[in-house]
Nanobody
């Protein structure tokens, strides 16, 4: 079982920056992929950015050039950081951390609200 702790959401003005962090602990030895997804009101959940155990990244076109994803690993934890710059009102959403294991199982965090005021 994996425990996910998310932090870093909040209210920011348009053009500002936020850094989201997600730390996975527990069953981290077989995590293949960690990422951040977001869901705005009335919209489907979508990928923002992800990173694999061997540091391959994938960033959504909607945030490319404004967001970077990185990770830090220890034997007992894995932390993924999402740095978001030049935030726009359309970035307002609940952001969710996600892990995918080699066996295909997946875990979700509880979500953290990001609100960008114009």
């Amino acid at each position: 079982q994996v425990q996910l702790v998310e932090s870093g959401g909040g209210l920011v003005q348009s053009g500002g920056s936020l850094r989201l962090s997600c730390t996975a602990s527990g069953r981290v030895f077989d995590i293949y992929h960690m990422g951040w997804y977001r869901q705005a009101p009335g919209k489907q959940r979508e990928l923002v950015a992800s990173i694999t155990r061997d540091d391959r990244t994938n960033v959504a076109d909607s945030v490319k050039g404004r967001c970077t994803i990185s990770k830090n690993s220890t034997p007992n934890s894995m932390t993924v950081n999402l740095q978001m710059n030049s935030l726009k009102s359309e970035d307002t959403a609940v952001y969710y951390c996600n892990t995918i294991h080699f066996g295909g199982s997946s875990d979700w965090g509880q979500g953290t609200q990001v609100t960008v005021s114009s």
